[in-house]
């Protein structure tokens, strides 16, 4: 029997709001500056969590910031140009607290699970020292459908846990198979009902350090968000 750990990459392993930006200056480049002045204050309110908002993350803010602005294949263009900026090391982003040690002692098998493309993921695993910290890469995931497919390729192994900031596309699929989830909360959005919650990955480590001790028996929490 093996436990395995299910992370997410944008916002839950890299982390910091700077390809969130190269996507919206990418959207900028196209629509001008008078149209793109308005959006980038609602998505600076949005990620410095001044003003509350119907989005799931930074980059479902610029989505429906810029609706009706732009084609769908002109909004994917931007994406894939931010997502090349990321692979080139050109944008600033960290790896949570504690987690490059954390995986580093796993006793576990480790699956990053992302629905971005494959440019970029591997690329910044490098940089923010996870080489080598994940048994398996999933980009393109397809999530939340593409998570059942994983979910079920490893859950009659042992115990899982899937780790996200997006409860429906990280965490639904796993609490809906019976699985442990934790919810990397950032935007005190309070969705779904995680095994525990927190604003940041590190802050969960302890209680998946108790789980992975003896996950039938771990405490679970699940506070409501601030």
């Known amino acids: 029997m093996s436990t395995t750990v299910l992370l997410d990459f944008d916002g839950t ?18 629509i001008g500056d008078e149209k793109f002045g308005p959006i980038a204050d609602a998505l600076s309110r949005f990620l410095d969590g001044t003003e509350a908002a119907d989005h799931i993350d930074g980059y479902s803010a610029v989505a429906a910031l810029s609706d009706g602005l732009l084609t769908p294949a002109q909004r994917d ?7 090349s900026l990321l692979a080139a090391g050109a944008l600033d982003v960290t790896a949570p607290t504690g987690l490059s040690t954390w995986l580093a002692e796993r006793r576990f098998r480790a699956v990053l699970v992302t629905n971005a493309p494959g440019i970029g993921v591997v690329q910044t695993l490098s940089r923010l020292g996870l080489d080598g910290a994940f048994d398996e890469i999933v ?12 979910i079920d390729a490893h859950v009659a ?8 900031d997006i409860w429906v596309n990280d965490l639904a699929p796993a609490h809906e198979k019976g699985c442990a989830t934790a919810y990397v909360d950032r935007f005190g959005l ?13 802050e969960l480590l302890p209680d998946l350090d108790a789980w ?15």
């Open 77 to 83: 263009d931007c994406y894939r140009r931010s997502r």
């Open 157 to 164: 192994d042992g115990p899982l846990v899937s780790i996200g």
């Open 139 to 150: 980009t393109d995931a397809g999530k939340p459908s593409g998570l059942h497919r994983v």
């Open 190 to 202: 309070g969705d779904g009902t995680p095994s525990w919650r927190a604003a940041t990955l590190g």
């Open 212 to 226: 992975l001790v003896d996950p039938a028996h771990a405490r679970t929490r699940h506070p409501a968000a601030h």
């Open 13 to 30: 392993v890299c982390v910091g709001d700077a390809p969130v930006w190269a996507y919206a200056e990418q959207v900028g480049s196209l």
